[in-house]
């Protein structure tokens, strides 16, 4: 196993222990659905990022901060923002946490509480479970050495990493980024899934 992938699965093994230190998955049950969505889930984490979607019948303020009070008193839990989006075409109630593991890395986790008829309902979801059916060494490889190689100098978003390797063949940073000046849709929705 390569070194980048030997980083990624250790990286990964540190977000679940995170998880666990949070109690993301109990407490967040106590409200809605918790769903693990993004990188961790599939073994593609190259930054210290968690991704959660929280379903529910209707997000309420109330139940969203009684859960991240609980969250923050947790030694190492540094900054929480917060933002109301319940009105907006993508309805939902956003928190960030920062935390400081115990090794001193500051982990970035993003939580998202929406209603159970979102619009996007299922979209990360389905996914992560299309991307763990499909992925190889080879092609977390792949995808690691163009996240590792454009972090900072282009902004994409994962999906379009992995649409690119998985879909079109990309297999390094430059042709990369030749393939995201013609392919790159945006901070839309991106329904794609291999």
């Keep these: 196993m390569s070194e980048r992938l030997q980083k990624a699965y250790e990286l990964q093994r540190k977000a ?17 659905n918790p769903v693990l969505v ?4 599939f073994g593609l984490i190259s930054k210290p990022n968690i991704d959660y979607e ?13 859960v991240i009070r609980r969250i923050a008193e ?9 933002a109301n989006f319940l ?12 935390y400081v593991d115990d090794a001193g890395l500051t982990w970035d986790i993003d939580n998202w509480l929406v209603p159970d008829d ?15 059916r499909v992925l ?17 100098t282009l902004t994409t978003r994962g999906i379009e990493i992995y649409k690119a ?19 790159a849709t945006g901070r839309d929705i991106d329904r794609w899934h291999p």
């Design 165 to 183: 390797v998985l879909r079109d063949r990309i297999d390094s940073p430059d042709a990369f980024r030749e393939w995201h000046t013609r392919n």
């Design 54 to 66: 929280i379903y529910t019948p209707v997000p309420k303020i109330a139940d969203g901060f009684s």
């Design 87 to 98: 009105q907006s075409p993508d309805p939902g109630l956003y928190w960030r946490i920062d």
């Design 136 to 152: 190889t060494d080879e092609t977390r490889e792949k995808i690691l050495k163009i996240k590792e190689a454009i972090y900072g």
């Design 16 to 32: 679940y222990a995170v998880i666990e230190r949070l109690g993301l998955n109990t407490i967040w049950a106590e409200v809605g």
């Design 118 to 132: 979102h619009p996007h309902a299922g979209v990360a979801d389905n996914l992560a479970d299309a991307m763990a």
């Design 38 to 41: 993004g990188s961790v889930r």
């Design 74 to 82: 947790t030694p190492g839990v540094t900054h929480i923002d917060y």
